[in-house]
C-alpha cells in the first residue's frame, strides 16, 4: 500500500473571497444561525462591527485544500484510499468578515509509512497578511477491499 506521491514539504494553496451568500448558506446548512454570523445591527454593537464567518466553514475550506493536494499529487497505486482522521490544534486567530479574501496553505509536515498517514499544516491568511486560522490535518490510506 503506497500513499500519494507527494513528499515533505509538498503544498497547495487557494483563495476565495468570502461572500455573504457563504455565509447564509452555510448558516441554512449547518443550523448555525448565530447574530455573529447573520445579524449585522447586533454585531454593529460588537467590537467586531461586522458580521463574521463561521469557523467551521474555515475549516471546510481546509478540507477543500486536503482534496486538492491529493489531486495534485495522485496515488502511486490503487491499494488504498486516503482518508481525512481528522483536524488538531484548531485555532481561529482572527476574525474573517464578509468580503475578506483567504488564501488556505497546505503543506505536507511529516509522513508515517508505517502508520500509513500523513500530517499536514494549514494556515489561512486573509488579504492584507494576517494569519486567521490555523490547524494540524491527519490522511489515513484505507486499504481497498
Not at 475549516?59 to 495534485?72: D, N, P, Q
Request: glycine fraction near 6%; hydrophobic fraction near 35%; aromatic fraction near 8%.
Amino acid at each position: 500500500m503506497e500513499p500519494q506521491s507527494f513528499e515533505v514539504g509538498c503544498s497547495v494553496s487557494f483563495s476565495k473571497t468570502v461572500g455573504e451568500s457563504d455565509i447564509y448558506l452555510f448558516a441554512g446548512i449547518t443550523g448555525d444561525l448565530s447574530p455573529n454570523h447573520v445579524d449585522r445591527e447586533f454585531m454593529r454593537k460588537t467590537s467586531y462591527g461586522r458580521r463574521i464567518a463561521h469557523g467551521s466553514l474555515l475549516i471546510g475550506f481546509m478540507s477543500t485544500a486536503s482534496t486538492m493536494i491529493l489531486e495534485k499529487y495522485p496515488a502511486a497505486d490503487d491499494d488504498a484510499t486516503p482518508v481525512s482522521l481528522g483536524y488538531d490544534r484548531i485555532r481561529f486567530l482572527k476574525p474573517v468578515f464578509i468580503n475578506d479574501t483567504i488564501t488556505v496553505n497546505y503543506t505536507i509536515e511529516e509522513i508515517d509509512p508505517e502508520r500509513h498517514r500523513s500530517l499536514s499544516n494549514i494556515e489561512i491568511v486573509n488579504q492584507s497578511g494576517e494569519l486567521v486560522a490555523v490547524a494540524k490535518h491527519i490522511l489515513k490510506w484505507v486499504p481497498n477491499s
